[in-house]
């Protein structure tokens, strides 16, 4: 009988619409051919058509990535299966050894199209990848395919769905090989009584990374990469000491999600860059997650942003600032849609509006609020923030909006009504929040767009270095850093590009940038230290910065 690593074995994965054949049809399916001393042949993957009237919910659609576009290039599942038992039958051997990661429940759709669609015996003889690892990694926190693929050296590329996971697990398949021949598994037929054994009990969980390389880290601020055991990137955070910061991520026990764990499962090895100062570090991060799109940093790196300008009257936005769209940069062309609605109610006072009224307090048409609710609640708005109104309303809106910095709105979570009952005091509180975070998102786009070419003296609480951090900003980008002995050495800057120039070069890194450095000015502000900025000629002192970070 052959060993292992001198044998053919097919590689199979499928994706389906539910957790069993009682519950769901095969959607994809995907498979390969794993041969001596290489990852494996061609993969080949289809979409299966599933039966007539199938209802396909939200969740798999995430999951698996199908819609109802794939129905065009789907396959029969007759057609597919009798595509996959060729693929078998090649091999000469049946059943042909087969793997599937998570066996237990594959096994049981590609055992329903052979009973559908087949003729003789099942032909393929199925282990578990899974179940091999559970018994060979004990310790791993986790061994999932993404887990286990990144554990072992693999960089899987799993949203190509069944192509995907066919690669990873031909790749896990090759990779346990010298492990289960350690453990005296040398036959395919050793294979099947080793996992036919009582499995080892559950054993403390350990991380690859060994301790004593978390332990060498310098206890400075600065930023960390979690590193593959190939090199990828798994991660970069920043941190206010890095010793202790990545300690916590290895520490945190049961309080660890599931996304953390798998993560955590792959790192080898970690990559730090110590700076000077927590902003530093923060400015750092954000960069290097735009440039390394490491796959577990989801918040800065979902969808495709950019930075959005809103026109005068809030009603419409575009990714560029002109004539028309001069208000920005924001985060969402829909940044500043609930203030717009209550600024049009302002102006018209049509509060049978019912797409204003639902606009206005941020929730969809069917959800809002009666007219007479949604009045009794406006009456008491108009007159705490609206009643100095002469001729301009935006004006009002955004001195309102700055007085709620001071007084809080509060939270609906205190409250005990469904969502979809309203109150006076509810919409009071709907409405505060909208002006309070739209009168934000409008002071600090001006605000980025100052910060864009200004030069900023900083020094952070428990700081012990004698002078203070320069940062010298040329579009949003450093241009200079270094030590200052106090405000007065700050470099003159001149004369600022023209403001519709920095609006312009506002993309979305140097906004994310900005953002950045805005809140991390915004916290030194608050925790006591010290903020002086320069922008142009114009030097604005710890007092003054103290109230535009507000």
């Given at each position: 009988m052959p060993k292992l690593a001198d044998l053919e074995v097919v590689v199979a994965d499928c994706q389906a619409s539910g957790a069993s054949i009682e519950h769901g049809s095969v959607l994809e399916i995907g498979w390969t051919v794993s041969r001596p001393d290489s990852a494996g042949g061609r993969i080949e993957a289809h979409w299966v058509a599933p039966p007539p009237g199938t209802r396909v919910s939200r969740v798999v659609r995430e999951l698996t990535g199908w819609r109802e576009a794939c129905l065009g290039e789907s396959l029969s599942p007759e057609d597919a299966w009798s595509r996959l038992s060729l693929q078998v039958a090649s091999l000469g051997a049946r059943p042909a050894p087969c793997v599937i990661h998570f066996a237990r429940f594959e096994r049981g759709f590609f055992e329903d199209l052979h009973r559908r669609h087949g003729q003789g015996d099942f032909p393929l003889d199925t282990v578990c990848l899974h179940e091999i690892a559970r018994r060979l990694f004990p310790e791993l926190p986790r061994r999932n395919l993404r887990a286990l693929a990144g554990y072992l050296g693999h960089s899987p590329q799993l949203e190509r769905r069944a192509a995907g996971h066919v690669e990873a697990s031909a790749f896990i398949w090759r990779a346990l090989l010298p492990a289960l021949a350690e453990a005296s598994v040398n036959t395919w037929d050793d294979l099947k009584v080793w996992l036919g054994?009582?499995?080892?009990?559950?054993?403390?969980?350990?991380?690859?990374l060994a301790p004593e390389r978390r332990r060498q880290l310098p206890e400075r601020p600065g930023v960390y990469r979690f590193l593959r055991r190939n090199g990828d990137v798994l991660y970069v955070g920043k941190a206010t000491n890095l010793k202790k910061r990545v300690a916590s991520h290895f520490t945190a026990g049961r309080r660890s999600t599931e996304r953390a764990l798998e993560m955590l499962t792959q790192v080898h090895d970690i990559d730090v860059t110590p700076v000077n100062t927590v902003l530093e570090a923060a400015l750092l991060e954000t960069d290097e997650i735009k440039r390394l799109t490491p796959p577990y940093n989801v918040?800065?790196?979902?969808?495709?942003?950019?930075?959005?300008?809103?026109?005068?009257?809030?009603?419409?936005?575009?990714?560029?600032?002109?004539?028309?769209?001069?208000l920005g940069p924001l985060p969402s062309r829909w940044s500043l849609t609930s203030l717009a609605a209550i600024r049009a109610l302002a102006a018209s006072g049509d509060l049978a509006d019912l797409r204003a009224r639902s606009t206005a307090v941020g929730v969809p048409p069917s959800f809002a609020p009666d007219e007479a609710t949604f009045a009794a609640a406006w009456t008491i708005f108009r007159g705490q923030h609206l009643s100095d109104v002469t001729r301009n309303v935006w004006h009002a809106l955004l001195r309102a909006s700055k007085r709620l910095v001071a007084t809080g709105v509060e939270d609906d979570a205190s409250s005990d009504a469904p969502p979809d009952?309203?109150?006076?005091?509810?919409?009071r509180r709907h409405l505060d929040r909208a002006l309070l975070r739209g009168g934000q998102l409008v002071r600090r786009a001006r605000w980025l767009v100052l910060l864009s070419d200004a030069s900023i003296a900083f020094r952070e609480v428990g700081n012990d270095q004698p002078g203070l951090r320069l940062l010298v900003l040329d579009g949003g980008q450093i241009i200079e850093s270094g030590d200052i002995a106090n405000v007065a050495a700050m470099p003159a800057r001149g004369v600022c590009r023209p403001w519709r120039l920095r609006q312009a070069s506002m993309d979305a890194a140097r906004y994310d940038r900005l953002r950045v450095l805005a809140t991390e000015l915004q916290r030194i502000s608050g925790e006591g230290g010290t903020v002086a900025i320069r922008i142009g000629d114009r030097l604005i002192d710890e007092r003054r910065s103290r109230l535009l970070l507000r």
């Open positions: 054994e009582k499995a080892p009990p559950r054993t403390r969980r350990s991380y690859p918040q800065l790196l979902e969808g495709e942003r950019r930075a959005w300008f809103a026109s005068a009257d809030l009603e419409r936005a575009a990714p560029a600032p002109d004539d028309l769209h001069r009952v309203w109150d006076v005091p509810r919409v």
